[in-house]
């Protein structure tokens, strides 16, 4: 297997999700228009982030069928296959993060408390509620004006100087004072993903057998609270829903434990094995 591979394919897609808004706006292609909050692929599709759009309802906003239909889409993509994907495989911010954390594994070596680390966790879920109740008080979709996914995709399109500040200060917070703490701990567009994605089924199989509780998934895992039902083997497969499927645990796994798989058939094929050694 290619070292890597999975942080390879998510770079390449990032990388290329960017590139493709930049040419809309420079070069005049239509394959990718817009941003990450609303897009319209090949000029036609329409796709909008559900976080976004639900701003806007609770704002008062006026809401077109396009902006509807482009979120149906993307909640029926990562509410049956992608689960929390998009932060991994989508969202830009991941790469600054994905750096944080190497430069906090190479300078710091710490590690979080678990039991803490879950706590503080919720808080994403809690901001997502306040940013939705303050967007129906202003009457905008308040996180929209700080939101540093749409800050880097109007960076790469239109050179907005601001962004890379506050990209900086995300870099600066995840690698030296808290641990994966954007998009961990406060972002709640990734909390979003979380409850949309909670029944997805694409997921990372755990095979209890091979599993030598070596740890490595552990210390390269930006949401290591999933992992616990991995660490007691009492689990066939990672069903956390801060999961973002980003396959960093199975390019670490020298035990070749885990792999990507489909959830569902994974619980009826160990329902089966269960029957005949009941049998």
């Known amino acids: 297997m290619i070292k890597n ?3 390879i394919l998510r770079r390449i897609t990032q990388i290329t999700i960017l590139f493709l808004y930049f040419s809309a706006t420079y070069f005049g292609w239509k394959i990718l228009v817009g941003n990450l909050s609303f897009s319209k692929l090949f000029n036609t599709i329409p796709l909008a982030d559900p976080y976004a759009v639900l701003q806007m309802i609770f704002a008062g906003a006026v809401i077109s069928s396009n902006l509807i ?3 149906l889409i993307i909640i029926a ?3 049956i296959i992608g ?4 932060c991994s495989w989508v969202c830009p911010v991941n790469m ?10 190479k300078t710091h070596h710490e590690k979080d408390n678990l039991i ?3 706590k503080i966790r919720k808080f994403r879920y809690f901001f997502l509620v306040v940013l939705l109740i303050l967007s129906a008080i202003v009457g905008t979709a308040a996180f929209e004006f700080i939101s540093p996914i749409g800050l880097f995709t109007r960076a790469i399109a239109f050179s907005v100087g601001f962004a890379w500040v506050w990209l900086l200060a995300i870099f600066l917070f995840d690698a030296f004072i808290l641990r994966n703490g954007w998009c961990g701990h406060i972002c709640p567009v990734g909390a979003m993903y979380s409850v949309i994605g909670s029944k997805s089924i694409i997921r990372v199989y755990h095979d209890k057998e091979k599993c030598t509780n070596c740890g490595s998934c552990l210390e390269i895992c930006p949401e290591n609270q999933v992992l616990s039902p991995i660490i007691h083997k009492k689990s066939s497969f990672i069903n956390g829903i801060e999961c973002t499927n980003c396959g960093r645990c199975i390019e670490v796994c020298n035990d070749n434990a885990l792999k990507f798989s489909l959830r569902y058939i994974i619980k009826q094929k160990g329902e089966e094995n269960e029957k005949i050694n009941a049998n």
Request: aromatic share 20%; net charge positive; no cysteine.
């Open 77 to 79: 993509f990562y509410g």
């Open 69 to 71: 239909i482009g979120a």
């Open 83 to 86: 689960g929390r994907a998009y």
């Open 96 to 105: 600054i993060t994905d750096l944080a954390a190497w430069v906090r594994r």
């Open 116 to 118: 803490s680390a879950i």
């Open 5 to 7: 591979k999975y942080l």
